[in-house]
């Protein structure tokens, strides 16, 4: 048996400071258009698709920051998306920095159906960078500043025909992410990312390096509970010594890479996804129910920082 969902990872070039919310739906909105034409059923776009990175940036009024987030979503310069898929019958997730009603802020990604009715939002739990300015950084990354820590933890939707899930940028790192989904039975992770080529401290870690983690978490994730995993990036240069790796990504159940950009730029890559391929593995090495062993893990919920002492 197959279940065949086509899909279509948008990996974007970078966003300038200066590109308004429509330059930038524009080119969403033509990838979409690529993606149909290869007969896609789902888009994955990157993290804050909308807008450049800006968590790079230091305001110490943090609600200069606001210009940066979305009130509302469809609103009006989304909107040309979700009228795209609701008339072509194609499904996208969109990475988003959402300012909601309530004044709270989070780094957010959505799905939308097939019929242009967002199913399900996603807030990223794991922020990583810092609070206040560090001088001694070659660009700053205050996500921890700007963001709250999602509050919806990490839910999986069937729609589309199979279970689907999301997750953001620095949370493809943290095996919890995947195995939380995983354990609702997750198919198909689908995950957007804004990362620096080079570390903002000078660490010994060089681009080659930082494609190699990515690419390794992000595989074992998909291996170690059964599902496809597609990982989209913002790439290219965002500003002057500010660049973003590429290296977008198609991960199948067995962790393999079956599709992968070849460009810094807007690029669309399409691979037919068999949800029914996780099942193998779903059913044997990962059976949870069979194999997992939670009672002797002797599980620790806090990092604790020390070997707890003989008796
Ligand atoms: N956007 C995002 O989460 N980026 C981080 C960069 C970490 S460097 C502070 C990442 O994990 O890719």
Same mark, same amino acid.
């Given at each position: 048996?197959? #279940?065949?969902?086509?899909v279509?990872?948008?990996q974007q070039?970078?966003?300038?400071?200066?590109?308004s919310?429509?330059v930038?739906?524009?080119?969403?909105l033509?990838?979409?258009?690529?993606?149909?034409s290869?007969?896609?059923?789902?888009?994955v776009?990157?993290?804050?698709?909308?807008?450049?990175?800006?968590p790079?940036?230091y305001?110490e009024?943090?609600?200069?920051m606001?210009?940066?987030f979305?009130?509302?979503?469809?609103?009006?310069?989304? #909107?040309?998306?979700?009228?795209?898929?609701?008339?072509?019958?194609?499904?996208?997730?969109?990475?988003?920095a959402e300012?909601?009603p309530d004044?709270?802020h989070?780094?957010?990604q959505i799905?939308?159906d097939?019929?242009g009715?967002?199913?399900g939002?996603?807030?990223?739990?794991h922020l990583p960078?810092?609070?206040?300015?560090e001088p001694?950084?070659?660009?700053?990354?205050?996500?921890?500043? =700007?963001f709250?820590p999602?509050?919806?933890?990490?839910?999986?939707w069937?729609?589309?025909?199979?279970?689907?899930?999301?997750?953001?940028? *620095?949370?493809r790192?943290?095996?919890?992410?995947?195995?939380v989904m995983g354990?609702q039975?997750?198919e198909?992770v689908m995950?957007?990312y804004n990362t620096?080529?080079? *570390?903002g401290?000078?660490?010994?870690?060089?681009?080659?390096l930082?494609?190699h983690?990515?690419?390794?978490?992000?595989?074992?994730?998909?291996?170690? *509970?059964?599902?496809?995993?597609v990982?989209?990036?913002?790439a290219?240069?965002e500003a002057?010594? =500010?660049?973003l790796?590429?290296?977008?990504?198609?991960?199948?159940?067995?962790?393999q890479?079956?599709?992968?950009?070849?460009?810094?730029?807007?690029?669309?890559?399409?691979h037919?996804c068999d949800?029914?391929?996780c099942?193998?593995?779903? *059913?044997s090495?990962f059976?949870?129910?069979?194999?997992?062993?939670?009672?002797?893990?002797?599980?620790?919920?806090?990092r604790?920082?020390a070997?707890p002492?003989p008796?």
């Amino acid at each position: 048996m197959t #279940r065949i969902v086509r899909v279509a990872a948008a990996q974007q070039g970078p966003n300038l400071e200066t590109d308004s919310r429509e330059v930038i739906v524009t080119r969403l909105l033509d990838m979409m258009k690529q993606a149909k034409s290869k007969g896609a059923d789902l888009v994955v776009y990157t993290e804050t698709a909308l807008t450049t990175f800006f968590p790079r940036f230091y305001a110490e009024d943090r609600a200069e920051m606001d210009l940066w987030f979305e009130r509302e979503m469809p609103n009006d310069a989304t #909107r040309p998306l979700f009228d795209y898929a609701a008339d072509n019958k194609i499904g996208f997730s969109l990475g988003f920095a959402e300012l909601t009603p309530d004044g709270h802020h989070f780094n957010t990604q959505i799905l939308v159906d097939k019929d242009g009715k967002t199913v399900g939002k996603y807030r990223k739990v794991h922020l990583p960078g810092h609070v206040e300015l560090e001088p001694e950084r070659r660009f700053q990354h205050l996500e921890k500043r =700007y963001f709250e820590p999602g509050n919806l933890g990490f839910p999986v939707w069937r729609t589309m025909g199979g279970v689907m899930g999301m997750c953001i940028c *620095n949370d493809r790192r943290w095996p919890e992410t995947y195995r939380v989904m995983g354990l609702q039975g997750v198919e198909l992770v689908m995950l957007g990312y804004n990362t620096p080529s080079w *570390n903002g401290l000078g660490g010994p870690d060089t681009p080659e390096l930082r494609h190699h983690h990515s690419r390794l978490s992000m595989q074992a994730g998909a291996y170690q *509970n059964a599902t496809w995993v597609v990982g989209v990036a913002k790439a290219g240069e965002e500003a002057p010594g =500010y660049h973003l790796m590429g290296g977008s990504c198609i991960i199948n159940p067995d962790g393999q890479v079956v599709a992968e950009a070849q460009t810094e730029d807007d690029e669309v890559i399409v691979h037919d996804c068999d949800l029914d391929a996780c099942a193998f593995l779903k *059913n044997s090495t990962f059976n949870f129910d069979a194999h997992r062993r939670t009672e002797h893990y002797g599980l620790i919920t806090e990092r604790t920082g020390a070997v707890p002492p003989p008796e």
